[in-house]
């Protein structure tokens, strides 16, 4: 089936699966006061984990903890900064209302946080949400 999609049709399902199986937000980078952006998606199918890596290109893939004895090996993929962003950008069309304010939020911390814009971020913006 992945092969007869478009590559339209890919990202709408991708967008589907990070919306219902994916989280974003900021993890401490480097020190307390800093702060990264980060996308991921964990799931016990290893196949359409490795697919979110196929398609943009970008993150990391990988065996996630096992927290008790029976559950199932489950398999993560993260991507990090800048290309973070630009990967939930493309997915933002197909996304719903919350994982939409996700985005707009972390961008209008990128504007409040830094002088330079980088996506590492200093301080927490005033408002959860941002035209862009």
């Known amino acids: ?17 990070f919306e219902g199986e994916g989280c974003c937000g900021f993890y401490i980078a480097g020190g307390k006061d ?23 290109e970008k993150g990391f893939t990988g065996k996630a903890k096992i927290y008790q004895e029976h559950h199932k090996q489950a398999y993560r993929w993260k991507v990090t900064g800048v290309e973070a962003l630009k990967i939930m950008n493309r997915m933002l069309p197909y996304l719903g209302k919350r994982r939409s304010e996700n985005y707009y939020g972390m961008v209008q911390l990128i504007r409040d946080g830094g002088k330079d814009c980088h996506t590492h971020l200093l301080k927490q913006a005033k408002d959860k949400t941002s035209n862009v």
């Open 1 to 17: 089936m992945w092969e007869n999609l478009s590559k339209k049709e890919k990202l709408i399902l991708l967008s589907g699966i």
């Open 34 to 56: 800093r702060r990264n952006i980060e996308l991921s998606v964990k799931m016990t199918d290893e196949d359409v984990i490795l697919k979110f890596k196929e398609f943009f």
